[in-house]
């Protein structure tokens, strides 16, 4: 094996290669390739492709494990007799009322997961009784006036408040709902006529008028990014939806043949602004609806043209599809800088899929480690509200992932240069020891934190130093209002507050003079954070040196100069295990009696800096799943310093306990 110096220079050199030839591809990657003429050609009509057996191809359904298939039929079983919620136009005002989207969510998802449920219990049965309460699902949901969500209804003229019918506007859930309909159509279409003809024809009518005309014929919806907008997973997502709905539903060639078009366009946008590195400055969370839908759009473009549309040898994807893999920390945990959770279900079926199509074994394998750490195979397979375009190719590959050799992604060095990520443990292959992960970047991020510079730490694969991470959404979170949250603030972050200042919001606010490099010793990451406080601040330069000490220790190390000084230095440090002053100048993080992990200790000079330790108590459910009922901030505080100086903190292991 090479040594992880030298394969981390042959990386480095990699990125510098792909910089200029993804650089190159990007313009027209998709939409250049493949022009209308090509399209014609290629794409097989809608009558025509066959990706997955219908509910009538029994034999194919009937050789999916048992304890798949009656767990699916159990799930569907659940649902007879029961009632289809109400979406009440009251709730649908919670979010301009009270910034609440989640009341809504709840019963507008749970329609949705509950259809996906029993078409899927009634394809792996194929008996009939659950054609009534399909055929009410499908009426249900076509008689909504909005198939999107509060939080995504102010894009229609008429702005925030109750959809206007009058105005179909495309979000995330509009299109998936496109997507469901369409994927039940094909499955069922031949049981739906039974019941009555006006069942498929209401579905192909609703999907038209909401999802099929209006993207076709509408422009201005930002995640197109048509007139230069920033893009994020929106565009993806709903592409990848939204060719689902097309090629499914839509006969009339010449517009199949324009949306396929207007979608590739869309993609390229995507693709254009991405970095080289494959980086999703969204986090991992998000990466199963960027990187992750992006690859469902190249897996129906795939299919549908019998293979013959492939662009999985191009540098980008490959990088795009390995950045999940680089994230990775141990057993649940992820990389969670801007909004991401730190523990993540991560797609296994997702993962392997792309990684044989981009022929990454490692990937592949790391694909086949998450689907038997999750139990594949033995119960009904999820997705995102219940989403059967994810769930249908995760059932018919579900024998080759659960046969592919497992791979777990313990990766010595990561380095994403152009998103200013990076990440490094003790020993190649094991989370023993520490881990280190920080970032550089700015702060106008998609889905951002003012959080440049931020680092976390982990010990024997669990965290120690955190990344909070974010509440629930809201109105506020994505409002002018978002940074008086506490979860975007650098001062809940492990970052100092200077002459009482912390980081502002913007682009302009950004590291400077980025620098990383790694040996077998160890790897260092260094920048200067000054451009990321405010002119009040006061600061001059404040280089930040974080380095790993193989198998041994963390060292933080800031140098700083500044204007003036009229606040007390702050530095903040955020724990999840609970902080114990031992005495100034060592502070203990211990283990909560679960976790058989070493304990570790935070040495600081206890000269320049007295510490005082708060509790935060955890009352919001996206963050309990991560980190329980309370997590601890670490104030450092330093009274007196000069006006130009430094100093060190230290993080080490108290004990060494087996690898893993």
């Avoid at 809608?46 to 359904?61: G, L, T, V």
């Avoid at 249908?392 to 380095?415: M, R, T, V, Y």
């Avoid at 406080?533 to 974080?546: C, F, I, N």
């Avoid at 901030?633 to 306990?657: C, F, H, Q, W």
């Amino acid at each position: 094996m090479r040594s992880s110096a030298r394969r981390l220079l042959i990386l480095s050199a990699v990125f510098i290669l792909t910089g200029v030839s993804a650089a190159q591809q990007k313009p027209g990657m998709l939409s250049g390739a493949f022009p209308p003429e090509k399209l014609k050609e290629l794409l097989l009509p809608a009558d025509a492709w066959h990706p997955f057996p219908k509910a009538s191809e029994r034999e194919q359904w009937l050789r999916l494990p048992e304890a798949v298939r009656a767990a699916h039929t159990r799930l569907a079983e659940s649902h007879l007799g029961s009632i289809w919620e109400t979406l009440r136009a009251s709730l649908f005002l919670d979010f301009v009322r009270n910034g609440n989207r989640s009341r809504y969510e709840a019963v507008s998802f749970g329609r949705r997961t509950k259809l996906a449920e029993l078409v899927l219990g009634e394809c792996m049965e194929g008996k009939g009784r659950f054609l009534d309460e399909i055929m009410d699902g499908i009426w249900t949901i076509c008689e909504e006036t909005y198939w999107g969500v509060p939080a995504h209804v102010g894009a229609q003229k008429k702005g925030p408040g109750l959809p206007d019918v009058f105005e179909p506007t495309v979000d995330l859930f509009a299109a998936e709902t496109g997507m469901l309909l369409a994927w039940t159509d094909y499955l069922l279409g031949e049981q739906l006529d039974k019941l009555s003809p006006l069942v498929r024809e209401r579905i192909r009518y609703e999907v038209e008028r909401r999802i099929l005309a209006v993207n076709l014929e509408r422009d201005d919806f930002w995640w197109m990014g048509v007139k230069g907008q920033r893009l994020n997973n929106w565009t993806p997502w709903i592409c990848s939806n939204w060719l689902a709905a097309i090629l499914l539903l839509k006969s009339d060639a010449e517009k199949r043949i324009q949306s396929v078009q207007k979608i590739l366009s869309c993609l390229d946008r995507f693709l254009g602004a991405y970095p080289a590195d494959g980086g999703c400055d969204e986090g991992p969370g998000y990466w199963d609806r960027a990187g992750g839908s992006l690859y469902d759009c190249l897996e129906l473009l795939h299919s549908t043209s019998q293979g013959q549309i492939n662009v999985f040898d191009q540098a980008l994807i490959k990088e795009i599809a390995r950045y999940i893999g680089r994230a990775y920390i141990y057993d649940r945990y992820y990389i969670n800088f801007a909004d991401a959770a730190s523990k993540l279900n991560a797609s296994a079926s997702l993962i392997f899929r792309f990684g044989r199509s981009i022929g990454d074994q490692d990937l592949a394998g790391f694909g086949a480690l998450l689907a038997k750490q999750q139990q594949l195979g033995k119960d009904a397979l999820q997705g995102s509200f219940g989403a059967l375009g994810r769930i249908l190719p995760a059932l018919f590959q579900l024998e080759e992932l659960l046969s592919a050799p497992p791979k777990e992604p313990l990766w010595q060095d990561i380095w994403l240069p152009e998103l200013q990520v990076m990440a490094a443990r003790s020993q190649q292959g094991s989370a023993a020891s520490l881990y280190l992960a920080a970032k550089g970047g700015h702060n106008d991020e998609s889905h951002n934190h003012n959080d440049v510079g931020n680092f976390i730490v982990y010990a024997d694969g669990f965290p120690a130093l955190i990344d909070v991470g974010v509440e629930t959404y809201t109105a506020k979170t994505f409002s002018s209002r978002r940074y008086e949250i506490w979860t975007m603030q650098s001062g809940f972050h492990n970052l100092p507050t200077i002459n009482g200042e912390m980081q502002k919001n913007g682009r302009q606010f950004q590291a400077r003079d980025v620098l990383y490099n790694s040996n077998p010793k160890e790897t260092t990451f260094s920048l200067d954070l000054a451009k990321a406080y405010p002119e009040e601040a006061g600061v001059a330069s404040w280089k930040r040196t974080l380095r790993l000490v193989r198998g041994s220790e963390v060292i933080l190390e800031e140098r700083y100069a500044l204007r003036k000084i009229e606040k007390p230095l702050l530095l903040t440090l955020m724990s999840w295990r609970q902080p114990e002053l031992v005495e100034e100048g060592r502070i203990i993080l211990k283990n909560p009696e679960n976790l058989k992990a070493s304990s570790l200790s935070i040495r600081y000079d206890k000269g320049f800096f007295r510490a005082n330790i708060e509790t935060i108590p955890i009352d919001d459910d996206r963050l309990r799943s991560s980190w329980g009922d309370k997590i601890y901030r670490i104030l450092l505080t330093a009274e007196k310093m000069p006006i130009k100086g430094e100093y060190t903190v230290r993080i080490s292991m108290d004990k060494n306990l087996g690898q893993k």
